[in-house]
């Protein structure tokens, strides 16, 4: 099988050395709330009585927060 929603948020965390509250802070930058038990449910192995899988809005948010955060808000468009 291919990679899960959850495969790729690991990877990312790992990649860019994010802890949980910064990845906390990420999500907050385009109001997503999420929460540091979340994450952790996120980040658990498949066999886990609490893992919980990674749905598409979850990493889109996640992805949309890490552009703002690494590269800044985008800047106003110029008519």
Same mark, same amino acid.
């Given at each position: 099988?291919?990679?899960? +929603? +959850?495969?790729i948020? &690991?990877?990312? !965390?790992?990649?860019? &050395?994010l !802890?949980?509250? /910064? ?9 997503f709330n999420?929460s540091?038990? /979340? ?13 919980? /899988? ?5 990493? !889109? +948010?996640?992805? +949309? *927060? ?5 590269? *800044? ?5 110029k008519?």
């Open positions: 099988m291919g990679l899960t +929603n +959850n495969d948020f &690991k990877k990312l !965390r790992v990649a860019h &050395k !802890r949980d509250d /910064e990845i906390v802070k990420i999500c907050a930058l385009v109001d999420v540091k038990s /979340e994450l952790n449910a996120l980040f658990r192995s498949e066999d886990h009585p609490k893992y919980m /899988e990674c749905g598409d809005q979850i990493l !889109r +948010n996640f992805l +949309n *927060g890490l552009i703002i955060h690494l590269r *800044g808000p985008m800047p106003p468009k008519k």
